[in-house]
């Protein structure tokens, strides 16, 4: 045997042996390279918001007032009203119903802790539906209604920091 076919069949079954390891890793399918900020879009609705993509945060939040916590069929559930304003500064109120997923307890820039309600809502990022879960906040004093947190995006997207609105917004 030659030493350059020696080196690759070494070569070819060192790769094969990384085989079975590398499939039972994460697939990077679908994950697209994102800016520090992108469009997105609510199902049913024909508006796109732009969303903070944010590596820091562990949950999404989104902006939501009127919080008010109920049971059905013995399950917790949260009514609200997002505030959504549009790449056209118009705003939107979306009045939704969804079931409690959890409480999680968020530490504030002052110091102050604040008990969130966590529900999972649909977007279009990127093309595509997604489900995440977004903790529900007063977002009024920031500049972006909605903050895409590491859990969604582990999933979606590693972020470009000097690069904003690489992605679709719109489902298809």
């Given at each position: ?23 039972a890793e994460k697939p990077v399918t679908g994950i697209v390279i994102a ?138």
């Open positions: 045997m030659t030493p350059a076919r020696l080196l690759l069949v070494i070569i070819t079954a060192t790769l094969t042996s990384w085989g079975p390891h590398v499939a800016g520090w900020l992108e469009k997105i879009a609510f199902p049913g609705h024909d508006f796109l918001v732009k969303a903070k993509l944010d590596t820091g945060a562990k949950t999404s939040s989104i902006y939501a007032r009127d919080i008010t916590r109920f049971e059905r069929g013995n399950e917790p559930w949260v009514g609200f009203t997002l505030v959504m304003e549009d790449t056209r500064n118009r705003v939107h109120q979306l009045i939704m119903e969804q079931p409690l997923q959890r409480d999680v307890i968020i530490k504030n820039h002052d110091g102050d802790h604040d008990d969130r309600p966590v529900v999972e809502l649909e977007i279009c990022f990127n093309g595509y539906l997604h489900k995440a879960e977004f903790t529900l906040a007063d977002r009024h004093q920031f500049n972006y209604p909605v903050l895409l947190g590491r859990r969604f995006l582990s999933e979606v997207a590693v972020i470009d920091s000097s690069k904003t609105f690489t992605t679709q917004g719109r489902c298809p």
